[in-house]
């Protein structure tokens, strides 16, 4: 059975800085891409960002803040968010599948989900 659980969440000051973990079980955790996707309340939700292979991709709205890191030895993923912003309040989920590059910002392109860890960024 496959888990995907996250963890880091919290209340954070604007500017702030937090750090989310997902940690993975079921499945061969280097063999697949890891993505964040994000949904603040009200909005749908959104990519965040990806690790792939070797590569990192991220959304516009946080490039330069966020960085998303994995360590296969641990079947972990990372996202270190420095400068946070009220904008990026949300709930943050991991994903696992195994998107084509062009895709991976497209939730259908994943197979397994956590159940989300809440982020707020507030004074």
């Known amino acids: 059975q496959v888990q995907l659980v996250e963890s880091g969440g919290d209340l954070v000051q604007p500017g702030g800085s937090l750090r989310l973990s997902c940690a993975a079980s079921?499945?061969?955790?280097?063999?697949?891409?890891l993505s964040w996707f994000r949904q603040a309340p009200g909005k749908e939700r959104e990519f965040v960002a990806a690790?792939?292979?070797?590569?990192?991709y991220y959304a516009d709205s946080v490039k330069g803040r966020f960085t998303v890191s994995r360590d296969n030895a641990k079947n972990t993923v990372f996202l270190q968010m420095n400068s946070l912003r009220p904008e990026d309040t949300a709930v943050y989920y991991c994903?696992?599948?195994?998107?084509?590059?062009?895709?991976?910002?497209?939730?259908?392109?994943?197979?397994?989900w956590g159940q989300g860890t809440h982020v707020t960024v507030s004074s």
């Open positions: 994903a696992a599948g195994r998107p084509i590059t062009s895709s991976l910002r497209r939730e259908s392109m994943y197979y397994y």
């Open positions: 079921g499945l061969t955790f280097n063999g697949y891409t």
């Open positions: 690790v792939k292979g070797g590569s990192q």
